[in-house]
Antibody, heavy 118, light 105 residues
Framework: EVQLVESGGGLVQPGGSLRLSCAAS????????MHWVRQATGKGLEWVSA???????YYPGSVKGRFTISRENAKNSLYLQMNSLRAGDTAVYYC????????????WGQGTMVTVSS | SYVLTQPPSVSVAPGQTARITCGGN??????VHWYQQKPGQAPVLVVY???DRPSGIPERFSGSNSGNTATLTISRVEAGDEADYYC????????FGTGTKVTVL
């Protein structure tokens, strides 16, 4: 079964750091671009970061310089290092697989909650 | 930055047709994808590249895209279709629509 399972969420103080992980199974992880997408409670979806098969990375302006996406193909794992966290970063964070032929996300994890609060 | 605008809500009776619009500047020139999200669950891709369906998605879900509006159509609506729906495109980044809550009356 194709699956993504996130972990690492929790409560962190403003200015703090957190590292999220996403374990992939059921597909050739190294062959796919992978992404993080977040959703604040009661709000819409927001793309957070992307990493290509060659390790190239992309971020929107809202997290650039604070978040770092990485991958470890030997462990079928995706990571998101989040630094200088703000209250506005509070959300459920999903990892997602991008369809190889288009810009859609066909597989999503169940999400992990990140709460930034003092 | 590119903006995708959706109506906040759409209500439809069972068995009828629901149409959810996604407005964006010249969106017809882009590939539009649609996701269904039920409460407490992750999004599910229901239509990609304007009108293609992933395996396992019922034919009741269809899409179109032209000009400044893309549309997701749900035919013969069922109670289980009640969910939030998001459109998405690529435009110098991955952009999601504002979301539409579909209520089955």
């Amino acid at each position: 079964e194709v699956q993504l399972v996130e972990s690492g969420g929790g409560l962190v103080q403003p200015g703090g750091s957190l590292r999220l992980s996403c374990a992939a199974s059921g597909f050739t992880f190294s062959s796919y671009d992978m992404h993080w997408v977040r959703q604040a409670t009661g709000k819409g979806l927001e793309w957070v970061s992307a990493i290509g098969t060659a390790g190239d990375t992309y971020y929107p302006g809202s997290v650039k310089g604070r978040f770092t996406i990485s991958r470890e193909n030997a462990k079928n794992s995706l990571y998101l290092q989040m630094n200088s966290l703000r209250a506005g970063d509070t959300a459920v964070y999903y990892c997602a697989r991008r369809v190889s032929t288009t810009s859609a996300f066909d597989i999503w994890g169940q999400g992990t909650m990140v709460t930034v609060s003092s | 930055s590119y903006v995708l605008t959706q109506p906040p809500s759409v209500s439809v009776a069972p068995g009828q047709t629901a149409r959810i619009t996604c407005g964006g500047n010249n969106i017809g020139s882009k590939s539009v994808h649609w996701y269904q999200q039920k409460p407490g669950q992750a999004p599910v891709l229901v239509v990609y590249d304007d009108s293609d369906r992933p395996s396992g998605i019922p034919e009741r879900f269809s899409g179109s895209n032209s000009g400044n509006t893309a549309t997701l159509t749900i035919s013969r609506v069922e109670a289980g279709d009640e969910a939030d729906y998001y459109c998405q495109v690529w435009d110098s980044g991955y952009v999601f629509g504002t979301g539409t809550k579909v209520t089955v009356l």
